[in-house]
């Protein structure tokens, strides 16, 4: 009997080892799978516990930063600049105040096409030729994203014909802002100043001295002139508005507002009307005019000519303009009162007579011959008198001024006393006046001469050059403003006051005012017979010397020196202003003060390339006095006295 094979029972069992193999591997992958499913949820739960972490640190630890930051975002502080303060002369006349306008201001950096929005724009409101001149400068001086002016102080009727068509020009608005207003235009324009806008120079100096934050919003400082010099005090304090805004950047509210402190006005020593007088004086000529109260060394009158008007830098001023005012030969915007140096000429003959009467020299005491020239180590120096004055005394030297007097009371002096006594009247340094720039001007003596030349054998001084030196020639070299306030210091016995021109700060927000309170910064330790006595032969000018037409009928005393400075040396050659070219013609100088017995005003004047001190700066002087004195108004712009060209020959180096 044969055995059929058990296909059933080997398939049942190969079917069970299936089954217990599929059943393995389905816990193999159940168990891969749940490791797996295991790694997942601790993968998870490790990142919501960082997340976790992260929200503890974020809303916890760090939640005051965090709100700060979200606020700061929410709101914006935005500057408000105040108002600069308003100047105003020694009566309360306005010489420097603001008023708003209206601006249409281009930011470059949000324009496609500047040249074609200009153009646009130009059919709405008129941009000159001199505006886009103004406006490239100042594209050229600031930044792209920086808001600049196109065109200032819109008409209302152009601010309507704009605001119309605002829509079509994204980057461009219109600006209500102050601007700096100079209602005398020229009249004191080196002494008053003007704004200008900030730039990088402005920036590193305002940082430097801790003051940028205050300058936020602000767009224009102080550049020259008492602008600049008493800009802390002018420019006030800023402000600011927290204003919420939105998403897009768009203001939403105002949530605070700290309003700015407007800046100080100031209240100057100097007289506006005088100032006015003493310019019709010099119109047409190139020069200056300084004029001091003696008491209290107030500065009544600062003329330098020509001047400018500074209303043309408020805006920025164009191009075009900016090269004519700096290569005129004229030069306008040269401060001459404060920065131009000159040759005194006689009109330094006064200290010297006092330098010898302190020194109590010789010659002071005795009576010479002036042939109308000194020799002096083989060299002839002659007088501005071909043959001299005759015989000659202390007293008469001034009223006439010999040149060879004061050649040999110079010889007699030295240069070392020279330098030092003068140097006790600020010649050759600055006066310490509250402007800007002053030059210091030259004051020779032997250790100036050492380390003003590195040739040695140019450093060694001659006893020669001391002899130019007693008629203020040689290296001697002053400004306009050192001669007015030696002149005061003389004629107030030695007692020397600081110039200054401004007398009191006022706080507008309080009214407290601050006075320049004068109070002598030195006194120099003079006999008072000496001073009196310079004083007596200033006065004989007037009534006997170089002065004295000058001077006819004037109603009041007064005393003074007329002056008549070379240009150039002819070297020994005979002067004649018909054969010298005319800004190569002697300096017209004049010092005086008034009354005598008690002075309340001196001043020096000078007119580059005028002639003789008695023929150019001597007239402008009476009728400065006569105005402050008298109240007396000149008829017209004083005409020359006598032209240049037509003054007679005379040697160069007197009056």
Known sequence: MKHRPMFGASSRGKTRRNSSNELKNDREVRG???????????????????????????????????????????????????????????????LAHNFSAYTLEITPSRI????????????????TPKDRRRFKKLQDESKDFESLPIKTRLTDEEVARFAANSYRFPGVEIKARLFRHYPHGEIASHLIGYIGRINDRDLADLEEEGMLANYRGSEHIGKIGIESSYE??????????????????????????????PGHDLQLSVDIKLQEVA???????????????????????????????????????????????????????????????????STFKPFMAMAALEGNFPLVHQTIADPGYFIFGGHRFRDSKAGGYGSMTFDRSLTVSSDTYYYQLAVQMGIDYIATFMSGLDF?????????????????????????????????WYAGE??????????????????????????????????????????????????????????????RENSERVIRGLASVITNGTGANAFRNAGYVAGGKTGTAQVFSLKGGKYNARN???????????????PVDKPRIALA???????????????????????????????????????????????HTGD
């Open 32 to 94: 891969a799978y749940e490791l797996r499913l295991l790694a997942a949820a601790v993968f998870v739960l490790l990142l919501f516990g960082v997340l976790l972490a992260r929200f503890f640190w974020l809303q916890g630890i760090q939640h005051d930063k965090y709100m700060t930051l979200a606020e700061a975002n929410r709101i914006s502080l935005v500057p408000v600049p105040p108002s600069r303060g308003i100047i105003r002369d020694r009566n309360g006349v306005i």
């Open 112 to 127: 496609d096409n500047l040249e074609a929005t200009i153009a646009a724009l130009n059919a709405l409101v008129e941009i």
């Open 232 to 261: 802390r005090y002018l420019h006030g304090t800023t402000g600011f508005e927290e204003v919420e805004i939105d998403a897009n950047g768009r203001a939403v509210r105002t949530l605070r507002r700290v309003p700015p402190r």
């Open 279 to 345: 310019e019709q004086l010099m119109a047409g000529r190139r020069g200056a005019l300084v004029a001091i109260e003696p008491a209290t060394g107030g500065v009544l009158a600062f003329v330098s000519q020509p001047g400018f008007d500074p209303n043309l830098f408020v805006d920025g001023i164009d191009p075009q303009t900016w090269k004519e005012l700096n290569e005129s030969p004229d030069k306008p915007l040269l401060n001459r009162a404060l920065r131009g140096e000159y040759p005194p000429g």
């Open 428 to 460: 050759g340094q600055r006066t310490g006046i509250d402007l800007p720039g002053e030059r210091p001007g030259v004051l020779p003596s032997a250790d100036w001469k050492r380390k003003r030349f590195k040739n040695p054998a140019q450093q060694k």
């Open 466 to 527: 001391t002899v130019s030196i007693g008629i203020g020639q040689g290296y001697n070299s002053y400004t306009p403003l050192q001669m007015a306030h030696a002149t005061a210091t003389l004629v107030n016995h030695g007692v020397a006051y600081r110039p200054h021109v401004v007398n009191r700060i006022v706080d507008p927000n309080t009214g407290e005012t601050t006075l320049v309170e004068p109070s002598p910064e030195r006194t120099l330790p003079w006999k």
């Open 580 to 594: 010298v070219h005319e800004r190569l013609r002697d300096h017209s100088w004049f010092i005086a003060f008034a």
């Open 605 to 651: 004047v000078i007119v580059e390339n005028g002639g003789f001190g008695a023929a150019a700066a001597a007239p402008i002087a009476r009728k400065t006095l006569d105005y402050y004195l008298l109240g007396k108004l000149p008829e017209a712009p004083a005409a020359q006295a006598a032209s240049v060209a037509e003054q007679p020959s005379a040697e």
